[in-house]
């Protein structure tokens, strides 16, 4: 089975927010920073924000998580591997680490992907045509 990169070489990404997401067709791939938006996303993929780092609230999980010092993941049902945490201390090191959030739309009637990145800014300017509006 062949799957997309999140950070496709040769298509562009749009950045979207809460008014702009709904303008992008399903199945493609998008980044946001809006923390709404991102919010949503988790609810909608019961996706819970989490840590593999040791932070002010608790210790390392024993997974080494390999993400360039961001830190910060989603737990699913049944696969809770990283330490929870809460919404504010996600988006704290959300903004610290200066982080995109890069994800497929999901597709009517398919099963919803949950795949997502945290991309740094600098990253996607550097690596895909990005349209950033920062």
């Known amino acids: 089975m ?5 950070l496709p070489d040769i298509n562009r990404i749009r950045e979207v927010d809460r008014n702009t997401q709904s303008q992008e067709p399903a199945g493609s791939v998008v980044v946001t920073d809006d923390p709404e938006l991102i ?9 819970e924000p989490a840590t593999g780092e040791a932070t002010g609230s608790g210790p390392a999980t024993a997974m080494h998580v390999q ?3 961001a830190g910060i993941r989603f737990n699913y049902p ?11 201390e996600w988006f704290d ?4 680490y200066d982080l995109m959030f890069v ?3 999901d597709q009517p009637e398919a099963t919803p992907s949950g795949r997502y990145r945290l991309v740094p800014r600098k990253t996607l300017r550097e ?3 990005v349209e950033l509006s920062k």
Not at 39 to 47: C, G, I, M, P, Q
Request: hydrophobic share 35%; aromatic share 14%.
């Open 2 to 6: 062949t799957t997309r990169s999140l």
């Open 67 to 69: 993400d360039g010092g």
């Open 127 to 129: 690596r895909v045509d």
């Open 78 to 88: 049944g696969v809770a591997s990283f330490r929870p945490i809460s919404w504010d």
């Open 93 to 96: 090191n959300f903004h610290q």
């Open 103 to 105: 994800y497929d739309l």
């Open 39 to 47: 919010r949503k996303w988790a609810l909608d993929h019961s996706a």
